[in-house]
């Protein structure tokens, strides 16, 4: 079976999400490739993966490169969400970054570059339409994976945008949005992460790879372990909030007047010797955390709330404070507290007093973390990614006969 995956060009939508797909079928002998941006090429041929580079794929922070296109998605130069963007529907708002011209380029270069690679099926992770548009054209079956829960992937609103894609790819309009399920809609957690309105028969839950062949950083291995070890990272792709708004001082303040030891992540472009705000003794900084190897570890992560790191605690069992920055964090971070796996701090109100106690609650209160094992136990409950890849030959030997039926 050879099969396309596609991915938008965010580091966090492929590696630790599609990447757990492609290495399950590369171990069961199926041909696996790739389709996203240049950005992204040095992880896959770091994962020995084949890519079909997507020239037209842009990363946020590429858009000064085609300042035409970014206008018409909704970006700045600088890639950052214009303020009409913020005015439109959410539905919309996401039809215009990524069912429109994102989508049709995405599409157009994926049948220049993937159609001889001829697969037999795409999977694509949801922000990226580009898959679901090459698979309609060449009758091939499209499996979702749902690496964003809480984002309007399938909302109504998007309808214009979709079908002035679908229009420039010689497709038929749609009336609705239900076609994007394709032939199935693939989730990493299980279904009580999904309010009651989004949950779907098309949804099918598995227990992604979340371990990792790395090695722990050895200064972090043998920091203190008598006390709470604490998490905190706000991301790697913060493009969207200005740094000076990120409220690390605080939370560094706040993690070195309680009795544990923490780890703060500054972010990769910030050198830990240029940090001039405070360092306590029992905080160690540093510029990037291997979060997915050190959360099993951890007593508390503090979180921007994006859906990889609220999906690797809840793997790792592990209750958060989360402190959204934007997109659909805060819809995440609500989800989180409705679960009650942790607590959620507006941006603005995440001062240093703030921080403390809430950081000092989830700690001290045995019933969040109780809450996040519980949650875990769901998600080791789920098939592994042994069964996602005999599903996936399944589903494309019942297209295949289909197919042949038809014609």
Not at 129 to 139: C, M, P, T, V, W
Not at 172 to 180: C, I, M, Q
Request: proline content about 8%; overall charge neutral; charged content about 20%.
């Amino acid at each position: 079976m050879r099969v396309l995956l596609t991915s938008g060009p965010v580091y966090s939508h492929l590696v630790p999400m599609m990447l757990p797909i492609a290495s399950a079928l590369q171990s069961s002998g199926h041909e696996v490739a790739v389709a996203t941006s240049a950005t992204l090429a040095d992880e896959l041929h770091r994962c020995r993966l084949r890519h079909l580079l997507l020239p037209r794929m842009l990363a946020p922070s590429q858009m000064a490169s085609d300042p035409d296109y970014a206008r018409q998605v909704g970006l700045s130069e600088e890639g950052v969400p214009l303020p009409e963007l913020g005015t439109m529907e959410r539905g919309a708002a996401f039809g215009r970054l990524f069912a429109g011209l994102t989508a049709t380029r995405a599409a157009e270069d994926m049948l220049a570059v993937a159609s001889a690679f001829r697969p037999d099926l795409v999977v694509r992770e949801c922000t990226e339409l580009g898959g679901y548009l090459f698979a309609e054209r060449l009758d091939l079956p499209c499996i979702t994976l749902d690496i964003a829960p809480l984002v309007p992937t399938r909302h109504q609103g998007m309808l214009p945008w979709l079908n002035e894609s679908r229009a420039t790819l010689k497709l038929p309009p749609v009336d609705d949005t239900s076609g994007l399920n394709g032939c199935g809609w693939v989730s990493w957690l299980p279904e009580p992460w999904y309010p009651d309105n989004l949950r779907s028969r098309a949804l099918r839950c598995y227990r992604g790879d979340c371990g990792s062949a790395q090695q722990l950083d050895p200064v972090i291995a043998a920091l203190p372990a008598d006390r709470p070890f604490v998490l905190a990272t706000l991301g790697s792709n913060t493009w969207a909030t200005p740094r000076e708004s990120l409220p690390f001082r605080q939370i560094v303040e706040a993690l070195g007047a309680l009795p544990c030891t923490a780890v703060v992540a500054l972010g990769q472009d910030a050198d830990p010797a240029a940090w001039t705000g405070p360092r306590p003794d029992n905080v160690h900084l540093v510029s990037f955390a291997q979060q997915r190897l050190l959360l099993p570890a951890c007593d508390l992560f503090v979180t921007h709330a994006g859906f990889g790191g609220i999906r690797e605690a809840l793997s790792a069992g592990v209750p958060m404070v989360a402190i959204p920055l934007g997109a659909e964090q805060p819809a995440n971070a609500r989800r989180m507290s409705e679960l009650g796996l942790g607590i959620g701090l507006r941006l603005e109100n995440a001062d240093t007093a703030t921080v403390t106690a809430v950081c000092r609650h989830l700690l001290d209160d045995p019933v969040y973390r109780r809450a996040a094992r519980g949650f875990q136990r769901r998600i080791l409950g789920l098939p592994g990614t042994d069964w996602l890849v005999a599903d996936l030959g399944k589903l494309t030997d019942r297209h295949r006969l289909h197919r042949a039926k038809r014609h």
